[in-house]
Each structure stands twice: as structure tokens, then as C-alpha cells.
């Protein structure tokens, strides 16, 4: 799994959605939001995730993209 940069504010789910999507860091284009289980190992700060209970409520946490890299 490569790590992205991660945003520069807190931001509602969606916008974090967003944020990854549209991603061209290092010229790559498939960034996502972790899953739970990979965004525990990312930061000590709060951050979403793709499978994130409190996506749709006004709660506002850091996105870190990350893409797959297959071997």
C-alpha cells in the first residue's frame, strides 16, 4: 500500500472522498480513503476511512489517500 499526502485540514466525509479521488501524486490517479483497517497503521490523528460509521454526520477528520500496489 503506497500512502499519500494528507490534507491540509479537516474536512466532512465526502470532501474526503474527493480529496483522494482527485489525487495525481506522483502520477498516479488510483488513490481511495483507507479501510479500517489500513487507516489505524497511518496516524496517530483522526482520520476517515471508506467504511467509516460516521460518514454521514457533520463529524470533520484528515484524509490520507492510499493506493494498492500490486505485486
Known amino acids: 500500500m503506497a500512502v499519500g499526502i494528507r490534507s491540509?485540514?479537516?474536512m466532512p466525509y465526502d470532501?474526503?472522498?474527493l480529496y483522494c479521488m482527485t489525487s495525481t501524486e506522483n502520477g498516479y490517479?488510483?488513490?481511495?480513503?483507507p479501510i479500517s483497517h489500513e487507516s489505524g497503521n497511518l496516524s496517530s490523528i483522526l482520520v476517515w476511512c471508506d467504511d467509516d460509521f460516521f460518514k454521514d454526520t457533520d463529524?470533520?477528520?484528515y484524509a490520507i489517500p492510499v493506493r494498492t500496489i500490486y505485486a
Do not use: T
Open 29 to 33: 490517479k488510483d488513490w481511495r480513503l
Open 8 to 10: 491540509p485540514h479537516r
Open 15 to 17: 470532501e474526503a472522498v
Open 59 to 61: 463529524h470533520q477528520y
